[in-house]
């Protein structure tokens, strides 16, 4: 299975089954509620490039505390930890000490990166890293994430480094497309597919991710604002069209694109968004419709921790991205009874987040529970089965 597929697997929470089994079982006196089996560590919030779709963006230049490493590696211990933003995790203080620090954790975690690309630090930490996925932008109003346009160039370059170094286990590239992008996004995905094969980099250790941006709503306010901002945000359907016969093109010039695109990469995504993700898109943030039921528990928040530099500690990033700590489980140094209270809360669903229309883990909660339900469970080969991201 090419990573592509195994990393957009929600099954991949069903490894977690047997602990999330226990502790649903001891939800009100769990010994220790702070431990998760996966964790998103935001490291800073300092950032060297200005995205204007960014959710996170202008909340400062605060860095995580140093000794509040061994608090995560001791009391939380995850399995998986995702480096993300927050800010640019690679601005992070001694960068390549801190990713050694991590992975020499008593649970030996996996560890994945998710970087903007502008800079590459020193060190062996690339050999620690399951994979690394690098953001790429395209050029819009004459600026590169908010930068000088010759920013794009020199991430370009750096992945093409990224792509020759041996000791980094799995590649990725994720491309944004929104409203006025759509069609560069393939332009851009050519010139990576180019420079792989100039490369010594294998095409089963190279992805590229199609994501659609959106907009940051709070479901306790919906306005027609935020309503129309997203309809505005998210590509027109002509525009998606013009994407997908772009991309034909380039196919049939060179049928190796095609095979590239559709073996290590999720094009079908867009392909699908066009056909009728957009609608449900932009219902998603309509005022006027009304909110689904709240889902009867959420299992996820039982395994899945998200922590922001300031050390707070959340459920979700649905949630997380507000940024506001009365949503929080709690803070990194707060007890244990503080945490049981609150994930008991998101355990019930008691939060305006916790329902099919915000969730961004309801897939995740409807497999686990169908296993709980039934005992069945899809097959899954090797490679899902020892990937502890989900």
């Given at each position: ?5 195994q990393?957009l697997?929600?099954g991949r929470?069903?490894?977690y089954?047997d602990?999330i089994?226990?502790?649903?079982k001891r939800?009100?006196?769990?010994l ?16 060297n ?7 996170f ?10 000794e ?10 995850p399995?998986?930890i ?11 203080p ?14 030996n975690?996996?560890?994945g990166?998710?970087?903007?690309g502008?800079?590459?630090p020193?060190g062996?930490?690339p050999?620690?890293?399951?994979w ?13 994430a ?8 020199k991430v370009?370059?750096?992945i093409?480094t990224?792509?020759n ?7 990725g ?9 759509a069609?560069?996004?393939i332009?851009?995905s ?17 992805n590229?991710?199609?994501?659609r ?10 306005n ?9 945000f ?6 998606l069209?013009?994407?997908?016969q ?20 999720n094009?079908?995504?867009m392909e ?5 993700g957009r609608e ?10 009304l909110?689904?039921?709240n889902f ?11 922590i922001?530099?300031?050390g ?5 990033p649905s ?12 803070h990194?140094?707060d ?14 669903c008691?939060s ?5 229309r ?7 909660n ?14 899954y ?10």
């Open positions: 299975m090419h990573y592509i597929k990393c697997e929600p929470i069903l490894n089954i602990r089994s226990y502790k649903r939800i009100s006196n769990d220790n509620p702070k431990q998760a089996g996966m964790i998103e560590l935001q490291l800073t919030d300092q950032c490039l200005n995205c204007f779709h960014c959710h963006r202008e909340k400062g230049d605060q860095f995580f505390e140093e509040w490493i061994d608090l995560v590696l001791n009391e939380i211990s399995k998986a995702s480096l993300a933003g927050g800010g640019e995790p690679t601005l992070y001694d960068f390549n000490k801190t990713i050694c620090r991590l992975k020499n954790g008593d649970s975690p996996q560890i990166l998710i970087t903007n502008v800079f590459i020193e062996e930490w050999g620690l890293l399951s690394l996925r690098v953001s790429l932008y395209s050029v819009t109003n004459h600026l590169y908010g930068r000088d346009p010759a920013f794009q160039q370009i370059s750096n093409e990224y792509m170094m041996d000791q980094l286990n799995m590649l590239v994720s491309l944004l497309y929104y409203h006025g992008n069609v560069d996004c332009r851009l050519y010139i990576l597919y180019k420079l792989l094969k100039t490369s010594k980099r294998q095409i089963d250790r190279f590229i991710q199609f994501k941006a959106f907009v940051l709503s709070d479901p306790e306010h919906l027609e604002s935020v309503y129309h901002e997203n309809r505005n998210i590509p027109g359907e002509q525009e069209l013009k994407a997908i772009y991309k034909e093109q380039l196919c049939l010039k060179d049928p190796g694109f095609d095979l590239f695109l559709s073996q290590c990469a094009f079908e995504q699908d968004f066009a056909r009728n449900r898109a932009i219902a998603q943030l309509n005022p006027d419709r909110p689904p039921q009867a528990n959420c299992f996820v928040v039982l395994e899945n921790r998200l922001t530099p300031d707070y500690v959340y459920s979700c949630i997380a991205e507000n940024r506001k700590p009365q949503f929080a489980l709690g990194i140094l007890q244990n009874s503080e945490y049981t209270k609150n994930i008991l809360k998101y355990y019930n008691n305006a987040w916790c329902n099919i915000f969730c961004r883990h309801s897939q995740h409807q497999l686990v529970q169908q296993y709980l339900d039934t005992g069945r469970a899809c097959t080969g090797r490679e899902i089965l020892e990937d502890n991201f989900f």
